[in-house]
């Protein structure tokens, strides 16, 4: 088994910046990518970003192209999410996500994924 535990959510205006975290602990043995993901009421969870094991592979779902980064560091078993330039439709609840899964296409779908934290309230205003 493997534990998720994020921080960091909360109210921003528009044009803010907010920093999740997401700390892994229990069955962390080999290699995982951490992603996270968002979902609104009434919509589908939605793809936000995911890095590689190794850190040196991220990926970015279109709507947080060039505004968000993800970040891992693997000693403290722990992803980030820094969050800037943010929008009022960036408000959600979000997830972070492990998967043991390694075809990067699988990255995408929260169906891939094993694992989840209990998620973080991000509530942006404009």
């Known amino acids: 088994q493997v534990q998720l535990v994020e921080s960091g959510g909360g109210s921003v205006q528009a044009g803010g910046s907010l920093r999740l975290s997401c700390a892994a602990s229990?069955?962390?043995?080999?290699?995982?990518?951490m992603g996270w993901f968002r979902q609104s009421p009434g919509k589908e969870r939605e793809f936000v970003a995911a890095v590689s094991w190794s850190g040196g592979s991220v990926y970015y779902g279109d709507s947080v192209k060039g505004r968000f980064t993800i970040s891992r560091d693997i000693a403290k078993r722990t992803v980030h999410l820094q969050m800037n330039s943010l929008k009022p439709e960036d408000t959600a609840v979000y997830y972070c996500?492990?998967?043991?899964?390694?075809?990067?296409?699988?990255?995408?779908?929260?169906?891939?994924?094993?694992?989840w934290g209990q998620g973080t309230q991000v509530t942006v205003s404009s």
């Open positions: 229990g069955r962390t043995l080999g290699s995982y990518t």
């Open positions: 996500a492990v998967t043991f899964q390694s075809y990067s296409g699988s990255f995408y779908s929260s169906a891939n994924y094993g694992y």
